[in-house]
């Protein structure tokens, strides 16, 4: 989701948040030097990818990006691109902004801060079902309409898929793409208006993502983490959020690094105010 929420389940065919689009590449000769303007902290965003961004600044890495900018004394500018296949060497590799801000926290192709958040994937329901589902291993899946998030046509190439597919609950599974319509607005959210609009019971989505539509929507949702947070202790529901620039770029790293040594408390408070769902 992010980017993140993208890069989560496309760094998931590989970390597991596994087979991401973009493998890194060995490198024949050296890249050439980028130089950073001093005066400008440069952001690689998604224009449509709310809750993370969009070009309107109204999601919570925009605010998180302007509290770093105005932190730092430099003035905000962003590179817009859709966060898909190309999405790095079109932007960060490419030399055109400097910093993305959301990536898991292992993810190869940039050089990560620490975590400044760890979210996990949630059930979300329609309240007055009462379904109160908590756990994968809740008989109730085996007999509600379930939605999960998936990669093109495979559906068992992200945590849920693949959880479900192990309990063998798949007759009531309906895919939703992480990618979804982008020529509308929103297009990842589609999977938690399915709950409102009971095409399915229960969703089983990235936390950030869900716990913000799930807001948005006009009857009472229930948005409860995922458990077990591993899955038979080799699938993770739960994922560490970093930021990332160029591999070469340890100042503009260090400099992040104390940002969020800083203000941690109001980045917080920013993904909360989103529904971000926290686990420590």
């Not at 309409?145 to 495979?154: E, L, M, P, S």
């Not at 980045?267 to 909360?272: A, P, Q, R, Y």
């Amino acid at each position: 989701m992010s980017l993140a929420f993208l890069r989560i389940h496309v760094a998931i065919c590989l970390l597991c948040v596994g087979c991401t689009s973009e493998k890194p590449q060995p490198s024949v000769v050296a890249l050439p030097s980028i130089t950073r303007p001093v005066d400008t902290l440069r952001v690689c965003a998604d224009p449509n990818n709310l809750p993370f961004s969009n070009q309107k600044l109204e999601g919570f890495e925009n605010k998180i990006a302007q509290l770093l900018a105005d932190d730092l004394g430099q003035k905000l500018d962003y590179t817009w691109w859709a966060q898909r296949r190309g999405f790095f060497r079109n932007t960060i590799k490419a030399g055109t902004c400097d910093v993305v801000l959301g990536v898991p926290a292992g993810f190869e192709m940039t050089l990560n801060t620490r975590p400044y958040y760890r979210s996990t994937y949630v059930f979300v329901s329609r309240k007055q079902s009462r379904l109160a589902i908590a756990s994968l291993d809740d008989n109730v899946l085996k007999k509600v309409r379930v939605g999960v998030q998936i990669i093109g046509d495979d559906a068992t190439n992200t945590p849920p898929a693949q959880a479900l597919s192990r309990r063998r609950i798949i007759d009531n599974v309906r895919g939703f793409t992480v990618y979804g319509n982008y020529g509308e607005p929103n297009p990842v959210g589609r999977i938690i208006d399915a709950v409102e609009n009971k095409d399915i019971d229960v969703a089983i989505a990235w936390g950030p993502m869900a716990g913000y539509f799930a807001k948005q929507q006009k009857s009472p949702l229930v948005v409860t983490p995922v458990s077990p947070q591993f899955d038979q202790s080799s699938i993770p529901f739960v994922y560490d959020i970093a930021m990332g620039v160029r591999r070469d770029d340890r100042e503009l790293r260090d400099q992040l690094e104390a940002f969020l040594d800083r203000r941690q408390g109001e980045i917080e408070k920013i993904l909360k105010d989103y529904g971000v769902p926290l686990v420590r």
